[in-house]
């Protein structure tokens, strides 16, 4: 039963790692000087322990603009004092996994559940086919399950039938802390 337990805590923190704030990098490295603590998760995710450290940064590139010139962004970490290990957070700007933030793939994936095509979304944004293509392909896989997720959490959400409505309503209601919360549930964003 203890093994269980133990197992339950870890799937249940081990992706808690997006912060419900922070939407742009400006944001994020104003925060950092003047509300570190708004970072600081509140168990280890881990072994769950009650009260980390804050142990330095990393460096992220995550400045997509035209001179980067915000790169390399930190990242805060925290260790545990009770098993040792180490985690991060991020802001909702910075995906676990995407060097492109949350607001600009929301922004493409907008267009192409509303029947852009492809090669249009990609123009007008001015990204790569075969960046467009791999978000697009990653949505519908993802469908089932994170709409499973968002619907149980987002009641709003449960009128919505069908691939194009359901994720038409995440984009105008949940926004970018969608994938936030998906993070919290224990699920693999991008
Ligand atoms: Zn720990």
Partial sequence: MSTKRRTNIKNKLAMHRIIFAFLTLEQHLHALVTTPRSY?????????FGCLWG?????????????????????????????????SRLPLCICPRRWYGWAL???????LIAGASLR????????????????WRWLQA???NFSF??????ALLGR???FTAIWLAVCSKC???????????GLAVP
């Fill in 120 to 135: 249009r979304a990609a123009a007008i944004f001015a990204l790569g086919y075969h960046t467009v293509q791999r978000w």
């Fill in 105 to 111: 793939q929301q922004q493409v994936l907008q267009r």
């Fill in 142 to 144: 993802a469908h089932e």
């Fill in 40 to 48: 600081r998760p509140d168990r280890c995710p881990h072994c769950g």
């Fill in 175 to 185: 926004r970018y802390a969608a994938m936030a919360w998906l993070d919290r549930d």
């Fill in 55 to 87: 142990y330095g940064f990393y460096d992220r590139k995550a400045d997509r603009g035209a001179d980067g010139d915000l790169n390399p962004v930190a990242v805060p970490r925290f260790q545990c004092p009770s098993c040792r290990r180490t985690c």
């Fill in 160 to 162: 919505s039938v069908g």
């Fill in 149 to 154: 997720h968002l619907r149980s959490r987002f």
